[in-house]
T-cell receptor
Framework: QKEVEQNSGPLSVPEGAIASLNCTYSDRGSQSFFWYRQYSGKSPELIMSIYSNGDKEDGRFTAQLNKASQYVSLLIRDSQPSDSATYLCAVSGAAGNKLTFGGGTRVLVKP | EAGVVQSPRYKIIEKKQPVAFWCNPISGHNTLYWYRQNLGQGPELLIRYENEEAVDDSQLPKDRFSAERLKGVDSTLKIQPAELGDSAVYLC???????????????FGPGTRLTVL
């Protein structure tokens, strides 16, 4: 069993809709959670970090964390074609020293 | 503020040849990471430095891989000799001191795409 699990997709959403991405993790001691966006041929770009249970909003992005259920999600509102990318979930322990990544979810936003 | 710098961006070599990658982290970031990313997968940690000390190299294949960060700033990752299975993107990332912010964000460089023929 992988430590960080994501549905590989592709997740196809129409332009303007909400894209919902999920990630589960196995280490109950995990304390820091991150979402990275990776365009094809590019390196991962940090878009969200979340450290406590609940929701965290930044522009069109909302990260949700539920440590009891060991999942973290990312919502992309008003999806745009430019949001088409692979979204990587990453989890770490104290001080964010070692990130463990999921395999990523590929998102396709269709005009 | 400049981001993480890596060079070269692309490298094509024949198997059994040596190769080296260079990384300069974000200014002031004491923690430096080398990751390897295979196609369709997430990055996997190879080694983590705190200043000039390698504090986690458990995933580094030490028979052929080596790394150094002599002055606690830029770093070099070397493979000698390269094998076909080493073809991947090698990513460098850095993280600053969280201080009072309590944030632990890592920022990635553009990566080096290695092809071993």
């Amino acid at each position: 069993q992988k430590e960080v699990e994501q549905n590989s997709g592709p997740l196809s959403v129409p332009e303007g809709a909400i894209a919902s991405l999920n990630c589960t993790y196995s280490d109950r001691g995990s304390q820091s959670f991150f979402w990275y966006r990776q365009y094809s041929g590019k390196s991962p770009e940090l878009i969200m970090s979340i450290y406590s249970n609940g929701d965290k909003e930044d522009g069109r992005f909302t990260a949700q964390l539920n440590k009891a259920s060991q999942y973290v999600s990312l919502l992309i509102r008003d999806s745009q074609p430019s949001d088409s990318a692979t979204y990587l979930c990453a989890v770490s322990g104290a001080a964010g020293n070692k990130l463990t990544f999921g395999g990523g979810t590929r998102v396709l936003v269709k005009p | 503020e400049a981001g993480v710098v890596q060079s070269p961006r692309y490298k094509i070599i024949e198997k059994k040849q040596p190769v080296a990658f260079w990384c300069n982290p974000i200014s002031g970031h004491n923690t430096l990471y080398w990751y390897r990313q295979n196609l369709g997968q997430g990055p996997e940690l190879l080694i983590r430095y705190e200043n000039e000390e390698a504090v986690d190299d458990s995933q580094l294949p030490k028979d052929r891989f080596s790394a150094e960060r002599l002055k606690g700033v830029d770093s070099t990752l070397k493979i000698q000799p390269a094998e076909l299975g080493d073809s991947a993107v090698y990513l460098c990332a850095s993280k600053g001191d969280s201080g009072t912010s309590g944030t632990y964000e890592q920022f990635f460089g553009p990566g080096t795409r290695l092809t071993v023929l």
